[in-house]
């Protein structure tokens, strides 16, 4: 079986000096769609005059922020800094909002550190008045962390605020309803659950555990991005918040996970990174969409065309599976 996967970009410096050369961006540079739909700058979130180029004045009735988490991309930078950066990327993505908009931030709690940062967030988020807490959403990793001495972590947090009366719509999974009960009254009759439910499938809550995690096997495999979510959990959150031809954000864009789920759901999305060769991922991802209606590249890379990276132990390859923030968990 072909097995050609980049190791990961934000760690091998040998690697990135080899790619660079083949990205279309450069910092402060933007992206336009040929389609006129999408936008994508290496640009800075925290950057409130970057943030106004990539909008142009278009407001957006969705963003999902996907920060780096872990502080390893902010040379372990102090806890309150990297919360004031947090503050700033916030407080620019709220102002590029619309006033009926949706905000979803993915974070992390450290167990083996207090927790951080994702408390030290959430009180954060409280001065920021233009927005109000509506959910703590949890995702559960199919691969979890395990230790002898502690319960395994097989979580992903995600926080969803609201701007304003947004629009929501409601979910369901693919488990079927299988339980019965929950007699209630209905016009003089006890009616059983399943009469009243608009689906045969059980609704999403707050704790997903429906989703599977992106690995390296799977078709959206985007290998070197240590991050990417599952497309699944941004196309539950994109139908659930917004509507067709909407403007959706992500100022963190890595794998193109977000935009990729825009496209294929008729939203529009502009999106940011730092680093230019995960905009050119996402461009790149994009592209690739369009011409092969592929998701992703299992057991191969976005750069195969101009560099090959083989890796002769696969098991090797194992440890280093997409979609699992290092360290945090």
């Known amino acids: 079986m072909k097995n050609n996967p980049l190791p990961r970009l934000d760690e091998n410096k040998e690697v990135r000096k080899e790619l660079l050369p083949h990205c279309r961006l450069k910092p402060g540079d933007i992206w336009s769609d040929p389609e006129g739909r999408h936008r994508v700058g290496c640009l800075d979130a925290a950057n409130e005059e970057h943030v106004k180029k990539l909008h142009e004045g278009v407001s957006a009735k969705l963003a999902i922020h996907d920060p780096p988490y872990n502080l390893i991309?902010?040379?372990?930078?102090?806890?309150?800094?990297?919360?004031?950066?947090c503050e700033q990327w916030v407080r620019n993505s709220v102002a590029q909002m619309s006033d009926a908009s949706s905000l979803y931030i993915w974070l992390g709690?450290?167990?083996?550190?207090?927790?951080?940062?994702?408390?030290?967030?959430?009180?954060?988020?409280?001065?920021?008045?233009?927005?109000?807490?509506?959910?703590?959403?949890?995702?559960?990793?199919?691969?979890?962390y395990g230790?002898?001495?502690?319960?395994?972590?097989?979580?992903?947090?995600?926080?969803?605020?609201?701007?304003?009366?947004?629009?929501?719509?409601?979910?369901?999974?693919?488990?079927?309803?299988?339980?019965?009960?929950?007699?209630?009254?209905?016009?003089?009759?006890?009616t059983e659950n399943g009469e009243r439910s608009k689906s045969n499938n059980i609704r999403p809550g707050n704790v997903w555990v429906d989703i599977q995690q992106v690995f390296y096997r799977m078709e959206e495999n985007v290998s070197g991005c240590y991050a990417q979510k599952p497309l699944k959990c941004i196309d539950r959150i994109i139908k659930s918040s917004s509507h067709k031809g909407d403007l959706v954000t992500d100022y963190f864009s890595h794998s193109g996970a977000t935009l990729l789920s825009a496209e294929y759901l008729g939203r529009n999305c502009f999106t940011i990174d730092l680093d230019p060769i995960f905009c050119e991922i996402t461009i790149r991802r994009l592209e690739l969409f369009r011409q092969t209606g592929c998701l992703g590249w299992q057991n191969s890379h976005p750069f195969e065309d101009v560099f090959s990276c083989s890796r002769e132990n696969e098991e090797e390859h194992k440890d280093n599976l997409v979609g699992i923030q290092p360290t945090l968990f």
Do not use: C
């Open 147 to 190: 230790t002898q001495k502690n319960w395994m972590a097989v979580r992903q947090e995600l926080l969803y605020y609201t701007k304003g009366k947004s629009h929501f719509e409601v979910q369901y999974t693919d488990i079927p309803k299988i339980l019965r009960g929950y007699y209630k009254e209905v016009g003089g009759r006890l």
């Open 73 to 85: 991309a902010f040379e372990e930078r102090q806890l309150q800094e990297f919360i004031d950066w």
């Open 109 to 144: 709690a450290d167990q083996k550190n207090g927790f951080q940062p994702l408390p030290d967030f959430m009180v954060m988020m409280r001065n920021i008045k233009e927005v109000t807490s509506r959910s703590f959403i949890t995702m559960r990793n199919q691969r979890g």
